[in-house]
């Protein structure tokens, strides 16, 4: 068997690419530099896994919330890395179609980039930072800011399934419950929250009803993007690869965030915050701590954004969570969510102004 | 008006064979089949509950009360077998035959158990009042304030200090998650609650009162209840009338003075004379 030592070996008939040269670690490399991503097909994935992945979509989509296992292939990245959103993505991408990929609201995070290159060296498609430009927009914490619209898909990774986990680490336990819609033991947790803080304080994987039947995580985004499902045009794909399931929430379906009738679902606050590069005060902030003169984020020039100064010498300051949109408002601070729409004041998310600013900043 | 109505209620553990009921009980002695060896844990129950009232269940250590307890309380144990008829004036039909639905239903509305064992129950990592809650919510409430007012009158009710309503329940002392099981028990206002040992492992004077706080929630509320334990004096103490098992079968029913003072089946006898 000395057949792996040289790259000629393999039959070009049998289609399963070529041999790469394990002599050294300098051979190996350099030998698939040459070879590029030939011996791979279209988009990473085989057609069957696709297929297979696509036919759990299609199921997620017809029974909204559910969540759907499928086999969850190995992925040239680590699971927990967004492998089941990179799988969707993937499964779903056409050379006609340009991707947008984000992590934690910027597409310039390592791990986004990684995904957007292997997505163009695969499947050939265009990348954008630009939400409006995206036919799909893969997604970790965020949805971003601008409208989505219904041409649009939004593939958002799911680090864990099932809501109920918070409250029972038994799945068997759990499946049953949603098969019998008994969500007692989640409304207990949030009987709990309100007892402890005085009103429900989950951060992020906010509970949620999906039509009125299956209780759904929706992933790592903060409270703040959990009513942009409500109703939404687009159609939202979850996607996990550590735990192999795929759950939907078609476009036009009731998301419901469950709450007390006398304690309302509320999303975060930033009292009297702006983000300090473009002076929004309509988007999800999150506090960033910067050196004192320090360059990052200076393209908002006066950085007056209620800057606070800690003992350590360190600024603490707000803000945009979603780095593409805070560009454009940079460019224009008047931009609205829905300024691509045909249509104007639409109900994204917690607070579209109207022309004239207002209605924005409320929670 | 008959709240409850069973008959030839039965509890099997293993495979079963035509002559389990025949080879076992109180005349054969045992509860457990020499052909198949099966458990027949018990058998041939016949009985019926009113409305308002208290009947208790007594026997000693393995003798059914618990399996015919839970049968009744709509406890699923999926490794037992069970058959009979039970019937309930809110239901059409037998209750033993209902769908997982109807029995959460039922169970958070209409029928209560407090189990033998605590951590059966109850949550131990929720607070007292979140275990409570969890009935209501179940049962469709969705306002907070509503939630809590009544968390809070049944803490009052069942003798729970209401300051240690928010406290997980695990730091309570074992009297007090006893009541909590009982003001769980009868937060949607049930017909019929059932309680499986509700006083063991509690000290005397503990017991007295958990028996005391349940005896007066139980009149004024009008709630019936079937009581099981192997406690001769608690059963005295609660129900209106009494039934005595042995080996899976009941030996004995009636008036529970006329059970305690004038026994008449032979074991009935020996436990009341056993009395300490």
Redesign the interface.
């Known amino acids: 068997m000395t057949e792996h030592t040289t790259t000629e070996s393999r039959d070009e008939s049998t289609g399963g690419g070529t041999a790469v040269p394990t002599d050294s670690v300098d051979a190996a490399l350099s030998a698939v530099e040459t070879e590029g991503l030939s011996g791979y097909n279209y988009a990473y994935l085989d057609e069957h896994t696709k297929r297979e992945v696509r036919r759990s979509m299609l199921k997620a989509v017809a029974i909204p919330g559910h969540q759907v296992p499928y086999a969850s292939r190995p992925m040239p990245l680590a699971r927990g890395w967004g492998t089941g959103g990179i799988q969707a993505s993937l499964s779903l991408l056409g050379p006609e179609d340009t991707l947008k990929v984000i992590d934690q609201g910027a597409d310039e995070s390592v791990n986004a980039a990684n995904i957007r290159r292997l997505a163009a060296n695969t499947a050939e498609v265009s990348t954008t930072a630009d939400t409006t430009e995206a036919d799909l927009i893969q997604s970790r914490h965020r949805i971003p800011e601008e409208v989505l619209t219904d041409d649009q898909r939004l593939v958002l990774q799911v680090p864990i399934t099932d809501a109920l986990r918070k409250v029972d680490p038994s799945d068997a336990a759990n499946r049953r419950r949603h098969a ?1 819609e ?1 969500y ?2 989640m ?2 947790h949030l ?2 929250n ?3 803080y005085g009103e429900i304080n989950i951060a992020s994987r906010y509970p949620t009803m999906v039509a009125g039947r299956y209780l759904m995580d929706p992933s790592p985004i903060p409270r703040w993007d959990v009513p942009k499902l409500d109703d939404a045009d687009h159609l939202t794909i979850l996607a996990a690869g550590r735990e192999a399931r795929i759950y939907a929430v078609p476009p036009h379906t009731a998301v419901e965030p469950l709450a ?4 309302a679902f509320t999303v975060e606050r930033f009292a009297e915050q702006e983000c300090h590069a473009c002076g929004s005060t309509d988007t999800y902030l999150v506090e960033v701590s910067e050196e004192p003169g320090s360059a990052a984020g200076g393209a908002g020039g006066e950085g007056n954004g209620g800057a606070d100064d800690d003992a350590d010498g360190f600024e603490t300051r707000y803000a945009c969570n979603d780095s593409s949109f805070c560009a454009k408002r940079r460019g224009d601070p008047d931009l609205l969510k829905d300024h691509h729409l045909d249509r104007s004041g639409v109900d994204w998310g917690p607070a579209t102004p109207d022309a004239d600013g207002n209605g924005g900043g409320e929670a | 008006m008959t709240l409850l109505e069973a008959s030839g209620v039965e509890t099997l553990y293993g495979p079963g064979c035509p002559d389990c009921r025949d080879a076992t009980g109180d005349r054969a002695g045992t509860n457990q089949c020499p052909h198949c060896g099966t458990v027949v844990a018990c058998a041939e129950a016949d009985l019926d509950v009113e409305g308002g009232e208290v009947l208790g269940i007594v026997g000693e250590s393995g003798s059914g009360k618990s399996s015919l307890a839970e049968a009744l309380a709509l406890e699923r144990d999926p490794e037992a077998t069970v058959g009979g008829e039970v019937s309930y004036a809110g239901h059409d039909g037998n209750l033993l035959d209902v769908d ?2 109807t029995r ?1 239903d039922l169970r ?1 509305g209409d029928i209560s158990l407090v189990h033998q064992h605590v951590r059966d129950g109850l ?1 131990l990592e ?2 007292g ?3 409570v ?3 209501l ?2 049962a469709g409430w ?4 509503d ?1 809590r007012a009544r968390v809070r009158e049944l803490f009052e009710e069942t003798e729970i200090p209401v300051a240690r309503m ?1 406290d997980p329940t695990r730091t309570y002392s074992g009297g007090m998650q006893r009541r909590v099981q009982i003001a769980r028990a009868l937060a949607t206002d049930p017909d019929l609650v059932v309680l499986d040992e509700p006083t063991t492992g509690l000290d005397v004077s503990v017991q007295a009162r958990v028996l005391d706080t349940f005896r007066r929630v139980q009149r004024e509320e009008g709630v019936a209840a079937i009581v099981v334990s192997h406690d001769l004096g608690v059963v005295r103490l609660l129900a209106d009338r009494t039934l005595v098992m042995r080996h899976g079968r009941i030996v004995e029913s009636g008036l529970t003075d006329r059970v305690m003072e004038d026994p008449h089946h032979e074991y009935t006898q020996t436990l009341i004379n056993s009395v300490l």
Do not use: C, I, M
């Open positions: 019998h008994n007692g033991k409304w207990v009987y709990e309100v007892v402890e007390f009738e006398d304690r | 997982y639905q959460h958070t949550d929720f607070t009042g979140g275990n809650a969890e009935k919510l179940s969705r306002s907070y304030e939630v928010d």
